[in-house]
DNA sequence: AAGTCGGGGCG
DNA sequence: CGCCCAGACTT
């Protein structure tokens, strides 16, 4: 056992987090589905989701029966969809595959869809109290900082050292403390900016903070510049009813209901109306232009032109595959990116 | 090794 | 406004 996990386990059980909503439990499938969660995700943006989730989808079959598109109505908002495509799928897996039952093999685990190494290790852990080590961003942050690592942690070379290191550092037992200890130094103690070093059980052995290191570690990831896109989303409307559009399963907002979408940089023409007849046997009249806001992203800057087109005649029908139309209260429910909601509560705000 | 995937919280 | 978060997957 090392110093470093003896004093992380004693500290976590006294000033840890221990009343999450997915802690307390040792079943395979409340933590998995808070793991996928929390990818990328702070603890704050998932707790209004988890149980949600949870209540709509409480077993592994309960999920793998659902439908992609109530999966996502109960992911939207959250980001990072493909995560809850890969839930659903890894969710039929285990019932077509393993029985029904979620695998305990620690290789097994990670050959399910949206799983990859930590994640599995924070599942075999918290589950069946296998000693796996995770190695999200708050281990990378303890332990280039702990142990004064310099470069960019999630480089493929550092990246493999800090896997070593999280390796040689496990106990031999109590991993649920062990782990759930990892998470809540780096959130609560080792924090990006002003960590609280005067109360952190691990101070004595910091190498960054016997070297005044700790403002510039874990060294920040180098900066590129992104692009910007311009786009015109057509609201086509027929007196309370809107339509959308299913998105393709890749790419942004993969699998979820859009708004049909122009860039404004290729558009030849901003006849709106023409687009809407072309593009959907649909006649309308192109209505003045909602302000336009902007949405970022990871890799690139979006800025969004809603234009409503008020329906004169259609002409086609409108149940085609991959199109749909519903009232603004019932889409703003629906499986629908950030945006678009931000829109349609805006329409619902200001009733033409 | 680099790019793709959201959205929000916080200084 | 810039940075990062209980990362995984694709190219």
């Known amino acids: ?22 802690q307390n439990t040792t079943d395979p499938y409340a933590i998995w589905v808070s793991e996928i969660m929390l990818q990328q995700t702070q603890v704050s943006a998932v707790i209004g989701y988890y149980a949600k989730f949870m ?18 109505q109960h992911w939207s908002g959250l980001g990072y969809y493909s995560r809850a495509r890969n839930l659903h799928n890894a969710a039929q897996t285990i019932v077509d595959e393993h029985s029904g039952m ?14 990859g190494r930590s994640t599995a290790a924070a599942i075999a852990s918290f589950a069946f109290h296998q000693v796996q080590t995770i190695l999200d961003g708050n281990v990378k942050r303890v332990l280039t900082r702990h142990f ?12 493999k050292a800090l896997w070593q ?4 550092l496990l106990p031999q037992s109590d991993m649920v403390a062990y782990t759930q200890g990892l998470m809540d130094l780096g959130a609560t ?15 004595e052995s910091c190498l960054a903070r016997q070297q005044n290191l700790t403002t510039i570690l874990p060294t920040p990831k180098p900066k590129k510049s992104i692009p910007e896109k311009n786009t015109t989303m057509l609201i086509l409307r027929q007196g309370n009813e809107i339509m959308l559009i299913k998105r393709p399963s890749s790419g942004i907002w993969g699998g979820l209901w859009s708004f049909p979408e122009y860039d404004e940089n290729t558009l030849t023409s901003n006849d709106y109306a023409t687009i809407a007849l072309n593009q959907f046997g649909i006649s309308a009249t192109a209505d003045s232009a909602l302000p336009t806001f902007s ?16 329906i004169t005649k259609q002409t086609l029908q409108a149940r085609e595959a991959g199109f749909i139309w519903l009232n ?5 429910g629906a499986a629908i990116p950030t945006p678009i909601r931000n829109i349609l509560l805006y329409l619902h705000k200001h009733p033409s």
């Open 295 to 310: 949405h970022a992203f990871t890799h690139f800057k979006l800025h969004i032109k809603p234009q409503p087109l008020t």
């Open 1 to 22: 056992m090392t110093d470093f996990a003896n004093r992380l386990i004693a500290w976590q059980k006294v000033h840890g987090r221990h009343d999450l909503p997915w």
């Open 189 to 203: 103690i080792c924090t990006r900016s002003k960590p609280k070093c005067t109360t952190c059980p691990l101070n």
């Open 55 to 72: 209540a709509r989808f409480p077993t592994i079959a309960a999920l793998a029966n659902a439908t992609q598109d109530e999966v996502l």
């Open 328 to 332: 603004i209260e019932d889409a703003i």
């Open 165 to 168: 290191l999280a390796e040689k």
């Open 102 to 115: 979620f695998p305990q093999d620690f290789d097994t685990i990670q050959t399910l869809s949206g799983i």
């Open 148 to 159: 004064a690592i310099a470069g960019w942690p999630s480089t493929p070379k550092i990246e």
